[in-house]
């Protein structure tokens, strides 16, 4: 990508935002990182679903996979990946008038995410990891000799 050289200097790095998966995930709380509102975020994003979302739109996108959100304590693949998204113009003009700020790029994400292919299908076959019965505890305590 020709971006990704461009992404890099000092005056650019003021028109790419970055958006973390853990911004838009419904299991995490404020303090953990969530910046949008949790009726309206998803579970658990990934930063290629970001990306994917964000590049149909019309968005300018880079993936960078090795980065981590530095509030994320599981260091699983799946929590890797961090999103940078030109948001600005060198003007200091919106790329996209319909998102004048983060929040907006932020809240379009988690709306469209759940509507993913990969989301619906994934929906369609958890209707058996649901019913998982809690097994009830048979010893009590220690065994006397």
Same mark, same amino acid.
């Given at each position: 990508?020709?971006?990704?050289?461009?992404?890099?200097?000092?005056?650019?790095?003021?028109?790419?935002?970055?958006?973390?998966?853990?911004?838009?995930?419904?299991?995490? #709380?404020?303090?953990?990182?969530?910046?949008?509102?949790?009726?309206?975020?998803?579970?658990?994003?990934?930063?290629?679903?970001?990306?994917?979302?964000?590049?149909?739109?019309?968005?300018?996108?880079?993936?960078?996979? $090795?980065?981590?959100?530095?509030?994320?304590? $599981?260091?699983?693949?799946?929590?890797?990946?961090?999103?940078?998204?030109?948001?600005?113009?060198?003007?200091?003009?919106?790329?996209?008038?319909?998102?004048? #700020?983060?929040?907006?790029?932020?809240?379009?994400?988690?709306?469209?995410?759940?509507?993913?292919?990969?989301?619906?299908?994934?929906?369609?076959?958890?209707?058996?990891?649901?019913?998982?019965?809690?097994?009830?505890?048979?010893?009590?305590?220690?065994?006397?000799?």
């Amino acid at each position: 990508m020709a971006a990704a050289a461009t992404a890099t200097s000092p005056a650019d790095k003021e028109r790419f935002i970055c958006i973390y998966p853990a911004y838009l995930n419904n299991k995490k #709380t404020i303090a953990e990182g969530r910046r949008i509102p949790i009726d309206k975020a998803v579970e658990n994003p990934t930063s290629t679903e970001i990306q994917d979302v964000c590049a149909a739109v019309g968005f300018n996108v880079l993936l960078e996979k $090795n980065k981590m959100y530095p509030r994320e304590w $599981n260091r699983d693949v799946q929590y890797r990946g961090r999103v940078r998204i030109q948001l600005k113009q060198d003007d200091g003009n919106p790329c996209l008038p319909q998102f004048p #700020t983060r929040k907006s790029v932020m809240l379009y994400a988690a709306e469209t995410i759940p509507k993913l292919k990969t989301r619906t299908q994934k929906m369609g076959g958890s209707d058996q990891s649901l019913q998982q019965g809690e097994g009830g505890k048979k010893g009590k305590g220690k065994k006397k000799k």
